[in-house]
Nanobody
């Protein structure tokens, strides 16, 4: 499975940005996809996840109400719409995909896309 992110960039605080991640390869093995982020000097943290079956979502408390994760199953692509961005949202955002546990439960990662929010 290969993951390719796009859409990062520089944005002013209070504005919006949408990033996307396209999966290719053996995507039938995937149970869920999501976004994690890592700011300088900090550990990587979960931002949001979505399951392929049912579309169940999960968000970090810090982004609830501001970020929305969605999926386009036909394109094997997920999106993260980020509204009301804050400087503390500045980080490298990594796309993640998880295999079904029955198939090994492995994680796949994209190369990351930089999101910078200026104050």
């Amino acid at each position: 499975v290969q993951l390719v992110e796009s859409g990062g960039g520089l944005v002013q605080a209070g504005n919006s940005l949408t990033i996307s991640c396209a999966a290719s390869g053996s995507t039938f093995m995937l149970n869920a996809m999501g976004w994690y982020r890592q700011a300088p000097g900090k550990q990587r943290e979960l931002v949001a996840t979505i399951t392929f079956v049912g579309g169940s979502t999960n968000y970090a408390d810090s982004v609830k109400g501001r970020f929305t994760i969605s999926r386009d199953q036909a394109k094997n692509t997920i999106y993260l719409q980020m509204n009301s961005l804050k400087p503390e949202d500045t980080a490298v955002y990594y796309c993640n995909a998880k295999k079904w546990v029955a198939l090994g439960g492995s994680d796949y990662w994209g190369q990351g896309t930089q999101v910078t929010v200026s104050s």
